[in-house]
């Protein structure tokens, strides 16, 4: 354990100090990724499911956090459904958890275009070439859909053997883009020895424009 405590008082707005764990684990070199999440989502029928994601952005204010996935997906047939989340961070070796939780939309266009266009080739191209989430009947045909998709933008041999390339000639796929989960409820969790960890959540509430209420900060029992 570190010995660390939540402060006390608690802020009134808890997005500064997710951001600092964030930016903290992201500088960890023995946090295999770091800025990955957990990201669990339910169907029309309340089933529930998740999945490992990148957190690629923490917006202070209004306070969300962004994703990028395909629209085509299982998680985006479920958001389309049901547009709730919940998202989970846990950073091992600092003893450190935050749950997130609140409401989905999509990011707009011009923000998963710029994303898109700083995503490496390979990447880019395998947006293209992946129906996410939906059956293919081996390995071999996806290469044969990545093959198309190179084919397609014209893309080189020189360019594929490069890893960092980048050409910028590659628009974003429309089944492309982020999500943004503007958060409701998030609460962090510092582990203590014996279990008295030391947790607190932060709430609030969106209205229909997602504009938010103020936070109220409570401590929880472990
Ligand atoms: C470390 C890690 C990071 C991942 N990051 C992403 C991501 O940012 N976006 C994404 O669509 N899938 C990502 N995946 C794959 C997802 O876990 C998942 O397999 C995929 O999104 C399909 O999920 P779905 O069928 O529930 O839509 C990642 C997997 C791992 C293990």
């Known amino acids: 354990m570190t010995g660390e405590h939540l402060p006390d008082p608690l802020p009134a707005d808890p997005m500064r100090l997710f951001a600092d764990w964030f930016e903290q684990a992201l500088g960890d070199p023995r946090q295999p990724n770091p800025a990955s999440m957990y990201l669990a989502t339910a169907d029309a029928d309340g089933c529930p499911t998740v999945r490992t994601l990148l957190c690629k952005h923490i917006e202070l204010d209004p306070g969300y956090i962004i994703f990028y996935t395909n629209y085509q997906s299982r998680k985006a047939a479920d958001l389309d459904a049901n547009p709730r989340a919940a998202a989970l961070f846990h950073w091992d070796h600092a003893h450190r958890q935050i749950r997130a939780e609140g409401r989905v939309v999509r990011s707009p266009d011009e923000e998963s275009d710029a994303y898109f266009k700083s995503r490496a080739l390979l990447s880019q ?3 293209w070439a992946s129906d996410q989430s939906r059956p293919i009947e081996s390995q071999e045909a996806l290469m044969l859909r990545l093959a198309d998709a190179v ?3 014209g893309v080189t041999l020189e360019q594929l053997a490069d890893p960092s390339a980048r ?3 590659i628009p974003r796929p429309p089944h492309w883009g982020g999500y943004r989960l503007y958060i409701e409820r998030l609460e962090l969790w510092v582990g203590a020895q014996g279990r008295l960890h ?3 959540v932060w709430s609030r509430t969106l209205a ?3 504009s938010p209420s103020p936070w109220s900060a409570t401590r929880l029992q472990p």
Request: no cysteine; hydrophobic share 45%; aromatic share 6%.
């Open 198 to 200: 030391d947790r607190a």
């Open 167 to 169: 050409t910028g000639g």
């Open 208 to 210: 229909a424009d997602l």
């Open 125 to 127: 191209l395998g947006a």
């Open 151 to 153: 084919a397609r933008f």
